[in-house]
């Protein structure tokens, strides 16, 4: 139950931020997610306000194809993952 609060939350900021024409908006939110949830409020944000751009980050078994669809860009994270686990090993010592 708690994911769904913290789904709640990103999707009020997507939507609260995106919208905004203030200091506070956003030109480009990247979203690390491959939940189908988000689509209606990907969709609703670039319908408002269709300048913004919506890019997901995500290993490629965890997005469905009409997630990538809604989306500006795709970001593979399958194709980083081994460099990212290598920093990660790094900072860690």
């Given at each position: 139950m708690k994911n769904k609060g913290v789904d709640v939350a990103l999707a009020t900021d997507?939507?609260?931020?995106?919208m905004s024409e203030t200091s506070s908006s956003y030109d480009v939110?990247?979203?690390?997610?491959?939940?189908?949830?988000?689509?209606?409020?990907?969709?609703?944000?670039k319908e408002r306000r269709p300048e913004v751009k919506v890019e997901v980050a995500q290993?490629?078994?965890?997005?469905g194809d009409d997630m990538i669809?809604?989306?500006?860009?795709?970001?593979?994270?399958?194709?980083c993952a081994d460099k990212i686990g290598k920093l990660y090993q790094k900072s860690a010592v």
């Open positions: 997507l939507l609260v931020y995106g939110a990247i979203l690390v997610s491959g939940d189908n949830d988000f689509i209606p409020v990907i969709e609703k944000l290993f490629k078994n965890a997005v669809r809604v989306t500006d860009e795709f970001y593979a994270l399958d194709d």
